[in-house]
């Protein structure tokens, strides 16, 4: 059984916005930290996004001030509102849960998504 699906990931220009989700199953969404990564190719995972269990939040520095993450408990979704899009932003992007300690680091997190292909062109 999949416990994290994202979807929303699509081919935009520079310039331009997606909102990524992130579907948790049924009663498993975490009270931790949830979190996004994203990994393009060649290249190590990196952290983008991140959400407590109180609601606060922290981001990548490449990120900060164009993406935002939110989340709708109710409807255990984690969501990514990324605007500003830049050819850089090109990656696989994925949902992560049960994050701790820091709750930055890829290791940190227990659960993940499959990813979503978000791909920017200039």
């Known amino acids: 059984q999949v416990q994290l699906q994202e979807s929303g990931g699509g081919s935009v220009q520079s310039g331009g916005s997606l909102r990524l989700s992130c579907e948790v199953s049924?009663?498993?969404?975490?009270?931790?930290?949830m979190g996004w990564f994203r990994q393009a190719p060649g290249k190590d995972r990196e952290g983008v996004a991140f959400?407590?269990?109180?609601?606060?939040?922290a981001y990548g520095d490449s990120v900060k001030g164009r993406f935002t993450i939110s989340q709708d408990i109710a409807k255990n979704t984690l969501y990514l509102q990324m605007n500003s899009l830049r050819p850089e932003d090109t990656a696989t992007y994925y949902c992560?849960?049960?994050?701790?300690?820091?709750?930055?680091?890829?290791?940190?997190?227990?659960?993940w998504g499959q990813g979503t292909q978000v791909t920017v062109s200039s």
């Open positions: 992560a849960a049960d994050g701790v300690e820091s709750c930055t680091r890829w290791n940190e997190y227990h659960r």
């Open positions: 049924k009663n498993t969404y975490s009270t931790s930290c």
């Open positions: 959400i407590d269990g109180a609601g606060r939040t």
